[in-house]
């Protein structure tokens, strides 16, 4: 690395508060774009708040199913698989021959769960 001085340092952090001024700019046009009209009155925003985590957890249910569609696709697991439950997948694994309690890291969450 070539040795620092302090021209050098001074162009490197002129540069960078360039690049988070951008960011910053492109952040607030984003948040302007997306983001509702907040009104000024407390008891207005709290209802509104109140409104948009109703509308909020829709649509983030939609979007993560979105998501996990897309990265099962991309892992090649098909759209009709089913996982099953935790439970189905404990008496899989004991059938199969694995005993938590030989893992250490198993060992450890098993010890914390009956503290």
Avoid at 10 to 23: A, F, G, P, S
């Amino acid at each position: 690395m070539e040795k620092e001085t302090l021209e050098t340092i001074t162009q490197r952090l002129d540069r960078l508060e360039k690049m988070i001024t951008e960011v910053n700019e492109q952040l607030s046009w984003l948040v302007e774009k997306l983001g509702p009209d907040v009104p000024t009155d407390p008891e207005a925003r709290a209802k509104m708040r109140g409104a948009e985590a109703l509308k909020n957890n829709k649509q983030d249910a939609h979007i993560t199913e979105e998501i996990l569609d897309r990265l099962f696709e991309k892992m090649g697991i098909p759209p009709d698989f089913d996982p099953g439950s935790i439970e189905e997948l404990h008496e899989s694994m004991r059938q199969s021959g694995i005993r938590a309690e030989d893992n250490e890291f198993s060992r450890a969450i098993i010890e914390e769960r009956e503290i």
